[in-house]
């Protein structure tokens, strides 16, 4: 078994761990968490009740979590849970902090100060937010998220063309606009009442899964709450870790985890960038007999007839060299990608030269 391996069986993964969040995690192995999802405090300091215009008091968030006694008592607090969380993670691990105007600054100072390196902000911005009742300020429709790595120099996972796929070919943004948590999606207690005040959709979980962990990756939540965190990730096929003090939320989380299908292995795949494929030479092409020395190839546009030599290289007239320097040279420009470039002929077809690479890959794969 790996230290690696080692140090996953020694997790307590898929579970709800009880207790205060920075004890809980300084009892974990370290280095042993791919990913951290964090949805602290807010510390919003609302000064009295709320009250909607017919004079019904709004469910705000004034449970005794939320509540500091200072910045100061606030700062030590967000110091204390990062630097905790920082030595769980592996050193290619990143983490997620979400918080609105009240928290979020704080935090990404303190971010900055404890060694993480920030890659993102993310504006959550809501489609149905929770209007401004007092009239004295803009209605407060975003949250904002941070994502960073465990330091400056962590590769950490980022899922890029399978963000792009989620938004139909186009390239991720750092505004997303999704909506709160409603109807059916929205937990209860026994009294009808909201399970949670800042239950997070999980559609907002999803997208952050999906963009930087991979399956079997281990999610840590310090704050699981009822357990979205969770949720989403057996879903994705991802290992939970969550951390609760409260035991209500732990209860309504279990239940809900308990309810969760995980998806097939099949349905877990996803859009992976080109360059995280295996690199196949052209010369392998040659070497395994796919392609011959003497055979020729032609170009996408039926302008071109190069030669295949022995080596992997190509002739193409007086211009000798590789897929894509004969390509480029051919066509007068200055780079050419020779594998979407040069064809090869099948049954009377022109087939593009990058359907060989792709089998190679697929052999490496399995």
Known sequence: ??????????????????????????SLPPASVDLIFADPPYN?????????????????????????????????FTHAWLKAARRLLKPNGAIWVIGSYHNIFRVGAALQDQGYWILNDVVWRKTN???????KRLTNAHETMIWAGKD????????????????????????????????????KDEKGDKAHPTQKPESLLHRVLIGSTNPGDVVLDPFFGTGTTGAVAKMLGRDFIGIEREEGYR???KARIAKV?????????????????PRVPFGQLVERGMLRPGENLYSMNN?????????????GGDVKGSIHQVGAKLEGAPSCNGWTYWCYKKDGKHVLIDHLRQQIRAELAN
């Not at 099949?266 to 360059?275: D, F, G, I, Y």
């Not at 302008?303 to 002739?315: C, F, N, Y």
């Open 251 to 253: 209860k309504v989380a």
């Open 303 to 315: 302008r071109h007839i190069a030669k295949v030599r022995a080596d992997g290289t190509l002739i």
């Open 129 to 135: 937010p929770m209007p401004n009742f007092r009239g």
């Open 152 to 187: 400056e120099h962590a590769k950490y996972t980022f899922n890029y063309e399978a963000l792009k796929a989620l938004n139909e070919g186009v390239q991720m943004r750092s505004d997303w606009v999704l909506p709160i948590c409603t109807g059916h999606e929205r937990l």
């Open 1 to 26: 078994m790996t230290k690696q391996n080692q140090s996953a069986s020694a997790l307590p993964v898929n579970s709800i761990l009880a207790g205060d969040c920075i004890d809980v995690m300084n």
């Open 44 to 76: 919003l300091q609302l000064k009295g009740d709320l009250h909607r215009p017919d004079n019904s008091r709004v469910d705000a968030v004034d449970d005794h979590w939320d509540q500091f006694a200072s910045f100061r008592a606030y700062d030590d």
């Open 261 to 277: 299908r995980r998806f097939e292995n099949e349905a877990l795949a996803v859009t992976t960038s080109k360059r995280a494929e």
